[in-house]
């Protein structure tokens, strides 16, 4: 019945009077959100600490340049336009082909070759102001370096991307997507259901909710009241590590899938002035058929401030509780800018994050702040002190990206300096295409025992799509 429902919905929308234009739906990409800090933050202060966004307030997917009707079909397609395009008064559709295609090698304490074969395809439909939806597939096939190895071994599957086959061979074969239906009542109600990422906060990293775990499925209700904004997530999340058996006192039973936890998110953000917006965070997670001893609910608070003195600085910060009494939190100071020294697409990012020891876990593991084993938070869990800087640069087609991290974590305090350097040539904005060099310097290294390990990663190849995943662990 609920998919009759859904049907008639869009049905009925399609057939919607006309309108000026449309709400886009934008996948969440730091990188690709920096691009865009002059629409977001250029006029006045607004609410932009809930990604990813769906709105007409930023153009999705910017164009470099005036499109050129006079050019051939083949050239709009490759270089101005969607593969498939529609675009009238009252709705568009886009369909794109998603090709990332990568080859690389790793040398250091460990040397390989490294690979990445996938291919995907993004479709997405908007009517008048009032509809939004994306979708998203990509089959893959990879080899990778030996620190993601390790990281997909330790949680199960691979980090931010889903779960693989011969995950223990290092040979990953697996497929991943992405939802977002989203229907535009009112500037007071907004309903989206996605089966997607989630990022609170303006920060690179977010200690309330990030976009470092994979997809899960959830709702949101949201709106906007005069200088108030509310969100209410619901979210349904898998939890591996707890699997459903056919007997739970015995360790061999046959397994019926993951474990299922759920997740309530809370955040309300109101704009105090011109150049001042506070918000507050509340988290709520809880177990399906949860009879661990320990709690049956683990609960959390946020803050989320953001000020901007001057209209190209933007200075944020966020701090998260477990329990005040036990001293486990978390906080987040940064800062960022755009068109530095008066230079067009020159952005800057520098920001500290920290956590205490225990931060968003539980005595009942059932109910940690984690979705399928990966941190909802930061992707260090807790117990981490970590200084990182981001610098992106476009001129024309051409884009420079630039990222130094630093951070001490763990009971054994390990110690990491990654350093990411990307230059590409883009090719078709719309989707993101675009030729890539990149290098990666990883160097770890545990103060205790003294092991080290260092890894030069160097990649090349044609890529697509608006994903990016947390690998500086």
């Not at 931010?160 to 109600?189: C, E, I, P, R």
């Not at 884009?399 to 974590?409: C, P, T, V």
Request: aromatic letters at 16%; glycine letters at 8%; charged letters at 20%.
């Amino acid at each position: 019945m609920k998919y009759i429902r859904l049907t008639l919905l869009c049905l009925g929308l399609l057939f919607a009077k006309a309108g000026q234009s449309q709400i886009h739906y934008q996948p969440y990409s730091y990188e690709h959100y920096q691009r865009n800090m002059a629409q977001l933050y250029g006029d006045s202060i607004t609410h932009t600490a809930v990604k990813p966004f769906v709105g007409s307030h930023i153009d999705p997917r910017h164009e470099i340049g005036a499109r050129d009707s006079s050019r051939s079909w083949g050239y709009r397609k490759l270089f101005q336009e969607h593969l498939v395009e529609v675009v009238k008064d009252d709705h568009t559709f886009y369909l794109d082909f998603m090709p990332d295609f990568i080859l690389g090698s790793e040398r250091g304490t460990n040397s390989k070759s490294l690979w990445t074969n996938t291919r995907g395809a993004q479709a997405g439909l908007s009517i008048n102001k009032k509809f939004s939806l994306y979708v998203s597939f990509y089959e893959n096939q990879a080899r990778y370096a030996s620190f993601i190895d390790s990281t997909a071994q330790r949680i199960g599957n691979l980090p931010g991307q889903g779960f693989s086959k011969n995950l223990h061979s290092g040979k990953y074969d697996w497929m991943n997507a992405t939802a977002n239906l989203t229907y535009q009542v009112s500037d007071a109600l907004n309903l989206s259901v996605a089966y997607d990422k989630l990022h609170i906060g303006e920060g690179y990293r977010s200690v309330l909710v990030s976009d470092n775990p994979y997809n899960f499925t959830h709702a949101r209700v949201s709106g906007k009241v005069g200088r108030w904004q509310y969100n209410s997530i619901w979210a349904y999340m898998n939890d591996l590590r707890h699997p459903r058996v056919v007997d739970a006192q015995d360790p061999f039973s046959p397994r019926l899938g993951n474990g299922v936890k759920y997740g309530a998110f809370q955040y309300v953000d109101y704009l105090a002035g011109d150049k001042l917006s506070l918000g507050l965070f509340h988290s709520l997670i809880w177990a399906q058929n949860n009879q661990q001893v320990g709690g049956k609910a683990n609960g959390g608070l946020g803050l989320n401030v953001k000020y901007r003195p001057l209209p190209q600085y933007i200075f944020y910060a966020q701090g998260y509780a477990d329990e005040f009494s036990s001293n486990r939190m978390a906080f987040q100071l940064g800062g960022k800018t755009y068109d530095l020294f008066g230079l067009t697409n020159l952005n800057l990012t520098a920001e500290y994050n920290q956590a205490a020891r225990d931060t968003y876990g539980h005595p009942n593991s059932r109910i940690d702040y984690t979705s399928n084993a990966e941190a909802l938070a930061h992707p260090a869990g807790s117990n981490f002190k970590e200084l990182l800087g981001i610098a992106t640069y476009r001129w024309n087609r051409w884009e420079l990206y630039g990222q130094s991290l630093y951070a001490r974590y763990g009971a054994e305090r390990s110690n990491l300096f990654y350093q990411e350097l990307r230059f590409s040539y883009v090719m078709n904005p719309k989707y993101n295409l675009r030729w890539e060099l990149g290098l990666i310097d990883r160097r770890h290294k545990n103060s205790v025992t003294d092991a080290y390990q260092q890894a030069t990663i160097v990649t090349f190849g044609l890529r697509s799509s608006f994903r990016t995943f947390h690998r500086e662990y």
